[in-house]
């Protein structure tokens, strides 16, 4: 069992920066891979941006360019930096674990807001 926890949220203004971090319980080599999804208000939780166990990371199209992923495997802890934030990005922000079996569900955190107002 891994456990995540994420913190860094809160309240920023449009252009504004946040770095979110996911700290795991155990060696985030025991997963397959860690990743950050969100889940504004009324809408289906989405994907952000991934990072693989060799280090390939992906990112949604919406965040490309303003969002960077990056872990600290010494602290089994996840991080994402945001950068030119708008309002649009308002969301609780879930840090995800996938494990090595697609048959296994993955793990979640228990989500962090952001909001981003004037």
């Known amino acids: 069992q891994v456990q995540l926890v994420e913190s860094g949220g809160g309240l920023v203004k449009p252009g504004g920066s946040l770095r979110l971090s996911c700290a795991a319980s155990?060696?985030?080599?025991?997963?397959?891979?860690m990743g950050w999804y969100r889940q504004a208000p009324g809408k289906q939780r989405e994907f952000i941006a991934s990072i693989t166990n060799g280090g390939i990371i992906t990112y949604a199209d919406s965040v490309k360019g303003r969002f960077t992923i990056s872990r600290d495997t010494a602290k089994n802890t996840v991080y994402l930096q945001m950068n030119s934030l708008k309002p649009e990005d308002t969301a609780v922000y879930y840090c995800?674990?996938?494990?090595?079996?697609?048959?296994?569900?993955?793990?979640w955190g228990q989500g962090t807001q952001v909001t981003v107002s004037s």
């Open positions: 155990a060696n985030i080599f025991s997963v397959a891979g």
């Open positions: 995800n674990a996938r494990r090595y079996s697609s048959f296994l569900p993955d793990y």
